[in-house]
């Protein structure tokens, strides 16, 4: 199941829109009679005003088997208006995965989906999820993920920490008058069917993501009248213990990446031994982990430990995504000669994780984690949703009906995908569940991970489906499906996704600063260039005063030559190859460290010639205070790259 959206996305960062606030344009929905109803809302965020968007609130009882509490939640939903002037009577219903992944915020994502070309979309957080209220945030689980990751916190008191988080954070919740009883699957079930009927819907279509197929499945036994079709990618089967194949699945997904590393000839060449080299790293790390510093949301920075289990959590999260598959190789590479920078960037995106801690661990532990057959007994080998169970059992949040973990039949027309890479949510089991759906088709995609429907070849697949649910895409070989070969060359380097994240996705004000005030100075520093050859004939000039100015200029001209090559490197990688960004740059851009040891050596010129300069009394006091400008900044310059390791 996915774990939410982190910071690696960076497109909506070069995205430029008029903004402005939403209108309460559902008027025809609202209604003040008994719950359910639908009541038209201010936007907490900003749409564009063309009335192609409109947002209201479902309001619904937080527990449909206490009806006598009285007690009513929120559930935050946004349409999104078709682009036909007459649109099909039956939108789309996205479900997002998580649990606890949030979908209205993200609207933007879809106003280019060709399901827009006939249909509306319906957005929604499930209740407990982002918008929706109460939002079921645990910043005490937040807390203690980084304090697990300290240097001075052992594996045993690691987990402590984090069981205590999810008790502390569910009787905070309680005292605050949450049922967490009531934030599961069947209720969200049950908000859905409310959704279509208050919004006056005879049938709509439904599209699941990873955790939104389980929800989709309940949908379907309880609603089954009201759904058209089904889209279910990455299915999560209520059927499967989760828990128990985890490890299983994990093993799999790592076998058919290797296995896809040596059936790749210039791989296998350019990568021998890899899997190897991946036991090998991840056991040194458990050994001795390294240390590493990353920047915490807020600003502050923080010293964690990477270990091996940080490089197969990375391996393992990376296999959900097919664009960086084909660049995992550099990424244990880089791990086996001592680099970790990627890991720790790795690290840090995971604590700006925006999944709903609460709703996913109440849930987990209703719906899921109570009928698991996982003993006490270590696993073999990696687990990586041991901890999790453990904190679902710990939110104390009931157990569901056996209904709930039984599998689903339905005659619905139903298109099932599934990727062979996939990690979490294997093929063989969305096979299983499609095979229970009579009118089910089931697509695998060979090149694939999680949530294989997100490339543009696959939306407008699921869109034809949708526009006629009866013409199987059966046999199809989406190009998007197909294996992709593995990068062997790359500039490999975790420091321009560092730069980036901080310029446009923290938005951080000190590096916007620093990056335009050594882009001014280069500028003014090579200009000098000019000024100082002209000067060099002066009378009483001191040559190596001009040596140091002419080394200064060069210097200056070498480092905002590097800065522009980065720009333009990542601008073109950022439009043609994004997953490549976090990983490094193209190998054409290896050339980047040796323009900054240069611009470094040119420096250590302009300092030495600053003796001789200083002394020269041809010189204006302001040049003088200009070139040691130029002197701090190209220093400055050369010990950040330093820190990045592009130097």
Not at 81 to 98: F, I, Q
Not at 177 to 183: H, S
Not at 223 to 236: A, E, F, H, T
Request: net charge neutral.
């Amino acid at each position: 199941m996915t774990r939410g959206r982190g910071r690696r996305s960076l497109a909506a960062a070069f995205v430029l829109a008029l903004l402005a606030s939403c209108l309460g344009g559902l008027s025809a929905f609202a209604g003040e009679g008994p719950v359910p109803r639908f009541e038209p809302a201010d936007c907490p965020f900003s749409v564009p005003m063309d009335g192609s968007v409109r947002y209201g609130r479902l309001i619904v009882p937080e527990n449909r088997s206490r009806t006598d509490s009285g007690r009513t939640i929120s559930i935050a939903v946004l349409i999104l208006k078709s682009r036909s002037e007459n649109p099909a009577p039956d939108p789309v219903l996205y479900l997002e995965g998580g649990p606890g992944g949030p979908s209205v915020g993200y609207y933007e994502d879809w106003l280019s989906s060709p399901i827009l070309d006939h249909r509306d979309l319906i957005l929604f957080d499930q209740r407990g999820v982002g918008h929706s209220s109460p939002a079921l945030d645990c910043p005490e689980v937040r807390s203690a993920r980084l304090e697990a990751l300290s240097p001075k916190t052992d594996p045993e008191s690691a987990r402590r920490t984090m069981l205590e988080s999810a008790r502390a954070c569910a009787d905070r919740l309680r005292e605050a008058g949450v049922d967490l009883e009531a934030y599961n699957t069947r209720e969200s079930a049950m908000d859905l069917a409310d959704l279509r009927r208050v919004l006056g819907i005879r049938q709509w279509n439904l599209y699941g993501i990873s955790y939104g197929t389980r929800l989709a499945l309940r949908l379907m036994r309880e609603d089954p009248q009201g759904v058209r079709c089904v889209v279910l990618d990455s299915v999560v089967d209520p059927a499967a213990d989760e828990y128990a194949a985890a490890p299983a699945n994990a093993r799999a997904a790592f076998d058919r990446f290797f296995e896809a590393v040596e059936a790749d000839p210039a791989a296998r060449r350019a990568f021998p031994g890899l899997r190897s080299v991946l036991e090998e790293t991840a056991e040194s790390l458990d050994r001795k982990p390294r240390l590493s510093r990353i920047r915490l949301p807020g600003g502050k920075a923080a010293t964690v430990r990477i270990n091996g289990d940080t490089l197969r959590d990375a391996l393992y999260s990376f296999l959900y995504d097919p664009d960086s598959i084909p660049y995992l190789p550099f990424l244990i590479r880089a791990a086996a000669s001592g680099d970790v920078s990627h890991l720790a960037m790795f690290t840090e995106d995971l604590l700006y994780d925006d999944l709903s801690d609460g709703l996913y661990y109440a849930l987990q532990g209703h719906d899921e984690a109570p009928f698991s057959r996982v003993t006490e007994a270590e696993p073999e080998g990696y687990d990586p949703l041991r901890l999790e169970r453990e904190m679902a059992l710990a939110f104390g949040s009931g157990r569901a009906d056996t209904e709930a973990n039984a599998p689903v039949s339905s005659d619905i027309p139903a298109l099932v995908l599934a990727g062979a890479f996939d990690p979490v949510t294997p093929a063989e089991g969305t096979r299983r569940v499609a095979k229970r759906l009579s009118r089910g088709t089931f697509l695998l995609c060979p090149g694939s991970g999680h949530a294989v429907s997100t490339s543009r070849e696959l939306e407008r697949i699921v869109a034809a489906f949708l526009d006629n649910p009866s013409k199987s895409p059966e046999g199809l070989e989406p190009k998007a499906c197909r294996v992709r070969p593995f990068a062997v060359k790359l500039f490999a380097t975790a420091a321009p996704y560092r730069i980036t994240t901080r310029l446009f996705s923290d938005r951080d004000l000190d590096t916007a600063a620093a990056t335009a005030a050594f882009a001014g100075m280069f500028l003014a520093g090579s200009l000098s260039l000019f000024f100082t050859w002209k000067d060099r004939r002066r009378e009483g000039a001191s040559r190596l005063g001009i040596a140091g100015r002419l080394a200064g200029g060069v210097g200056a001209g070498l480092d905002g030559l590097f800065m522009v090559s980065l720009a333009l490197s990542v601008a073109w990688v950022n439009r043609a190859e994004p997953s490549m960004l976090f990983f490094g740059l193209p190998p054409s851009m290896a050339f980047l460290p040796w323009l900054g040891r240069l611009g470094a050596l040119a420096c250590v010129f302009l300092f030495l010639g600053l003796v001789f300069l200083l002394k020269d009394r041809g010189i204006s006091r302001p040049a003088k205070g200009f070139f040691l400008a130029l002197a701090a900044a190209e220093g400055l310059f050369a010990l950040s790259l330093a820190q990045l390791g592009l130097i």
